[in-house]
């Protein structure tokens, strides 16, 4: 009877339609909650750091099936050093090939290239393609979920690239996309493994 009284006051129609709004929002309140959860849980048990090798980490990705059909090519140096969290680092890694091999045009070529310049560790991913745009937009969306009230949690799980920057931020890392008419570039920006002085 209350919710048929302030319906009709609203000019919402009918109690039943209020009470399936209501229960709408509270399910999304909930999964926005439990998403929210997971990704402070992801921020937690990022902030454990460790020394990692970025090289090995992505020659081993490399080795996968997916890239045995050619077209990428690999500038990494012998050793490259890392401060982060492992289980992060490979799930931005797999997230940044991935999404790299998903935008590649037909017969067009991906390098991935590691560095570092000054006092960040920089992992470029350019790949040749003419959906790099729109991929570009939507990741960037994904990355920021809870702008606006467009992504449903109640249907969705938190986007991938949501948790990977999460992960990457918890230790001082970033994940950026940058996208052109015909190409597609993830810039993974690391902090280095301190230096061990020598004896």
Do not use: W, Y
Not at 16 to 44: K, M, P
Not at 105 to 117: K, N
């Amino acid at each position: 009877m209350a919710s048929l009284c302030i319906s009709e006051f609203l000019g919402h129609g009918s109690g039943g339609d209020l009470e399936r709004t209501l229960d709408q929002e509270i399910r999304r309140s909930v999964a926005v909650f439990n998403a929210l959860q997971e990704l402070l849980e992801v921020r937690r048990s990022s902030s454990a750091v460790e020394c990692v090798c970025l090289t090995e980490l992505l020659q081993a990705k490399l080795m996968e099936p997916m890239f045995a059909e050619g077209g990428v090519t690999v500038a990494l140096p012998e050793t490259l050093l890392c401060r982060g969290s492992r289980k992060a680092l490979e799930r931005a890694v797999a997230l940044l090939l991935a999404a790299s091999l998903r935008a590649r045009s037909q017969g067009g070529t991906m390098s991935i290239r590691a560095c570092r310049l000054g006092e960040a560790i920089e992992v470029r991913a350019l790949t040749e393609s003419v959906q790099g745009v729109a991929i570009a937009a939507e990741l960037r969306a994904d990355a920021n979920p809870f702008e606006g009230k467009s992504f449903d949690f109640h249907r969705r799980a938190v986007p991938e690239i949501a948790i990977v920057q999460q992960g990457l931020e918890a230790s001082g890392g970033d994940l950026r996309i940058e996208a052109t008419a015909t190409s597609l570039t993830f810039v993974l920006l690391l902090p280095p493994a301190p230096m061990v002085p020598r004896m």
